[in-house]
Nanobody, 123 residues
């Protein structure tokens, strides 16, 4: 069983930045990691994912050029750097892990989920 804990959320003004962290209870070496978000009244959507080695990443169109996913396997942690934040980025952000599978931005593929961290972009 892999436990994931997100942190780094908060309230930020439009145009601001946040860095989310996803810390795992064990090694992440064999897991692809995804970041997802869910806004009030909306379905959970994929934001970004990163392969086991970190050599491949993918982003949903709405965050390309603004968000950057990265990982530090030595620290069992994955990050999501979010720049130029917009009010429409407001949501609860979740990280998720899947064992020995490719990086995909699809909620159906992931086995382990964190509890989420709230991101609010507002002036």
């Amino acid at each position: 069983q892999l436990h994931l804990v997100e942190s780094g959320g908060g309230l930020v003004q439009p145009g601001g930045s946040l860095r989310l962290s996803c810390a795992a209870s064990g090694t992440l070496d064999y897991y692809a990691i995804g970041w997802f978000r869910q806004a009030p009244g909306k379905e959970r959507e994929g934001v970004s994912c990163i392969s086991r080695s970190g050599g491949y990443t993918n982003y949903v169109d709405s965050v390309k050029g603004r968000f950057t996913i990265s990982r530090d396997n030595a620290k069992n942690t994955v990050y999501l750097q979010m720049n130029s934040l917009k009010p429409e980025d407001t949501a609860v952000y979740y990280c998720a892990a899947v064992l020995l599978r490719p990086c995909v931005i699809s909620t159906d593929e992931y086995t382990y989920w964190g509890q989420g961290t709230q991101v609010t972009v507002s002036s």
